[in-house]
C-alpha cells in the first residue's frame, strides 16, 4: 500500500483514555492526512500535514491533535477518547505534484468502550 | 462549501450488464477522484480526473467528468463478479491536494 504502515491496526480503549495512532510512511511525501471512514458517512478529513510541523484541520478535527516530527510520521492523538470516535482511521500520502492522488494505508480500527 | 452526493447509493447488478454510478458536486471543484474498496480493506485509487471532458478507463471501468453540470460518471460495462465492492468518488477543495469530500459510497453487488 505505498509504503503506508498504520499502528495499531485494532486497538480497544475506554472512555476518557488518551489514544495515540501513529502513521508511518517510506515515500517521503510531504502531504499526510487523517480520514475517518464511518457507516453512512464516507471518509472525513481531520487533520493534515504539509510538512515537518506543519499541520491544519479538517472537517471534524474536534477531539482530535496530530504531530509530525518527522517527514515519515505522521501521529494522530485522541487525548480523552470518546464513543463517538469509534471509528475506523485511515492515513493517506499524496504526491505534490499531478495527478495528486491519495494513497492509503490499511486502517487502524478503534472502538472506544 | 463542497459537498458531494453519490447514487445510488446500492447497486445489485447481473453479470455482463452495464450500468453507472453517478456523483454530483455542489460547487467548483478542480480535481475528481475516483476510488475502490473492498470489505475490510483500504481504499484503491482508480481515476483521477482534472478537467473538463476527461475521460479515463481502465478495464471495465470508465469515467467521466463534467465540471459544467458539476458531474462525475462511473460505467461499469459487462460487469463480472470482482467488481463487487463499494466505489467512493471524492472533490478536491482547498490548497492542500488531499482535502478531499467524499461521496457516501455505492456498494456494488455482481451476481452469477
Known amino acids: 500500500d505505498a509504503g503506508i504502515t498504520q499502528s495499531p491496526r485494532h486497538k480497544v480503549t475506554e472512555t476518557g483514555t488518551p489514544v495515540t495512532l501513529r502513521c508511518h510512511q517510506t515515500?517521503?511525501?510531504?502531504?499526510m492526512y487523517w480520514y475517518r471512514q464511518d457507516p453512512g458517512h464516507g471518509l472525513r478529513l481531520i487533520h493534515y500535514s504539509y510538512g515537518v510541523k506543519d499541520t491544519d484541520k479538517g472537517e471534524v478535527s474536534d477531539g482530535y491533535s496530530v504531530s509530525r516530527s518527522k517527514t515519515e510520521d505522521f501521529l494522530l492523538t485522541l487525548e480523552s477518547a470518546t464513543s463517538s470516535q469509534t471509528s475506523v482511521y485511515f492515513c493517506?500520502?499524496?504526491?505534490?505534484?499531478?495527478?495528486?492522488?491519495?494513497?492509503f494505508g490499511n486502517g487502524t480500527r478503534l472502538t472506544v468502550t | 462549501e463542497l459537498k458531494v452526493e453519490q447514487n445510488p447509493l446500492f447497486l445489485s447488478m447481473q453479470e455482463g450488464k452495464n450500468y453507472t454510478i453517478y456523483c454530483n458536486y455542489s460547487t467548483t471543484s478542480d480535481r475528481l477522484y475516483w476510488y475502490r474498496q473492498d470489505p475490510g480493506k483500504s481504499l484503491e485509487s482508480l481515476f483521477v480526473?482534472?478537467?473538463?471532458?476527461a475521460v479515463k478507463q481502465e478495464g471495465r471501468l470508465m469515467a467521466s467528468l463534467d465540471t459544467k453540470a458539476r458531474l462525475s460518471t462511473l460505467h461499469i460495462t459487462a460487469a463480472v463478479h470482482d467488481l463487487s465492492a463499494t466505489y467512493f468518488c471524492?472533490?478536491?477543495?482547498?490548497?492542500?491536494?488531499?482535502?478531499?469530500?467524499f461521496g457516501k459510497g455505492t456498494k456494488l453487488s455482481v451476481k452469477p
Open positions: 471524492a472533490g478536491g477543495y482547498g490548497g492542500s491536494q488531499g482535502n478531499l469530500i
Open positions: 493517506a500520502i499524496s504526491e505534490t505534484g499531478a495527478p495528486w492522488a491519495l494513497h
Open positions: 480526473l482534472l478537467s473538463n471532458g
Open positions: 515515500e517521503n511525501h510531504r502531504y
